[in-house]
Each structure stands twice: as C-alpha cells, then as structure tokens.
C-alpha cells in the first residue's frame, strides 16, 4: 500500500518569495510521483510529474520538483510566487499501477 | 469544448431525489474516473472506466451508479444519498488506464444534499 502525507495544510507567502511544499511517500516498490494544481472552481492541472531519469523535474509556470529516493520525498518549488499561484497543491503517487493515491493538499495563499 | 466538462457545476438535492451527474471528455481518451473530493481528505477514487468497461469500484455505496455509454461520457446516477455524501464530485480522463499517465480532471459537480 502507499500513502503520500503533505507536511503543511496552508502556506502563506508574500508576492515575489520563494516558496517550498513538501510531500513525503511511503511505498515498498519503485513509485511515480505527481504534483498536481488546483486553482479556485476548478479541477486539478498537472504541474509536473516524475517517472524516471533526472531527479530534478520542471514543470509548468515555473515550478519545479526534486525526487529524493533515500528521504522518500518529492517537494515542490518555485524561485519567485505570482499572485495568480494562490491555489491548492497536491502530491499524488502510483506505484504498483495506474492508480494516484493523493495527499490532503497545501493550501498557498500568495499576499502582495 | 475543449478538455473535460461537467454538468451541472453545483447541485443541491434531497435525500430521496434522484439525480445525474455529467462527464464528457473531447481529449479522445480511452479511459475515464469519478474521484470525490471531500475538505482537507485526499481526493477519494471512485470509479474506473477503460474502453467503456468498469474495472474498478473501489467499494462505493451503491446509491451511486456510474455508466459509461462510450469513450467519451461517464454518468454517476444518485439516489438516496446522504448528508455526508456533499461533496466535489470530479470526473478526469486519461489516454489510457496506464502507469504514469496523466490524468485530466473537469471543474468539477459542487453537491450539496440536505
């Protein structure tokens, strides 16, 4: 069985910082990981996913995510927030098959 | 129409009332999902549909129905829900019912039963 924990329910940031969110796996077997965006009335927006090959992954909008196998952890990143990035965040992982198992999501409120 | 849509956005409905929610996709994706999205819980899998053929219930109520009449719908009938049943209902779709493949979601069904 996997599960993904998301370590931070909300996250407020000032326009133009940097932000950090964090999610931590646990999986016996080789997993995929997924960060996905969720912007207000709307469905979830892939941002960036990880399958294999560079642990350093980019996605979209300027975020970008790194995998770290030994920590069992895929966090989230972006160098400088717009206000447009206020949203919900969330980690989802596969492993054995197609299946995402999601976690709670982090809620960023980016302040001017 | 471009992407996933769902129909209706919000709905508000009594316990005994039967209802519909609306899933179509314009992606040609041979795969389809109903997710249930509570406050503050992880999005819940529902339903899983490939080529047209369920293959997944994960152990939902059978007061939701789901019907999937070609690649590109999926409904979720309700009948005699519950209060904790109120809830974003999301419907997402995929190339296919592989590893790794990225899902597309609609905006989803806002439900509110009373």
């Known amino acids: 069985a996997q599960s993904v924990t998301q370590l931070d329910s909300q996250v407020p940031v000032f326009e133009e910082a940097p932000v950090e969110l964090r999610c931590n796996y646990s999986s016996s077997v080789s997993v995929y990981l997924f960060w996905y965006v969720q912007y207000p009335n709307q469905g979830l927006q892939l941002l960036l996913k990880?399958?294999?090959?560079?642990?350093l992954v980019k996605g979209i909008n300027g975020f970008e995510a790194e995998f770290n196998k030994s920590q069992t952890s895929f966090h989230l990143r972006k160098p400088s927030v717009h206000i447009s990035d206020t949203a919900e965040y969330f980690c989802?992982?596969?492993?054995?098959?197609?299946?995402?198992?999601f976690g709670a999501g982090t809620t960023v409120t980016v302040r001017a | 129409e471009t992407g996933v849509t769902q129909t209706p956005r919000h709905l508000v409905m009594g316990m005994t009332n039967k209802k519909s929610l609306k899933c179509e996709q314009h992606?040609?994706?041979?795969?389809m999902y109903w997710y249930k999205q509570s406050a503050k819980k992880p999005l819940e899998l529902m339903f899983v549909?490939?080529?047209?053929?369920?293959?997944e219930n994960n152990s939902v109520p059978s007061r939701f129905s789901p019907e999937c009449p070609n690649s590109s719908h999926l409904f979720l009938h309700l009948h005699t829900l519950q209060p904790e049943d109120s809830a974003l209902y999301l419907c997402?779709?995929?190339?296919?019912?592989?590893?790794?493949?990225?899902?597309?979601f609609g905006p989803g069904t806002r439900l509110l039963v009373l």
């Open positions: 990880y399958l294999s090959g560079s642990t």
């Open positions: 992606l040609g994706h041979n795969a």
């Open positions: 989802a992982v596969s492993s054995n098959d197609y299946k995402l198992s």
């Open positions: 549909y490939s080529l047209e053929e369920r293959v």
């Open positions: 997402a779709s995929s190339q296919s019912q592989g590893r790794g493949e990225t899902q597309y």
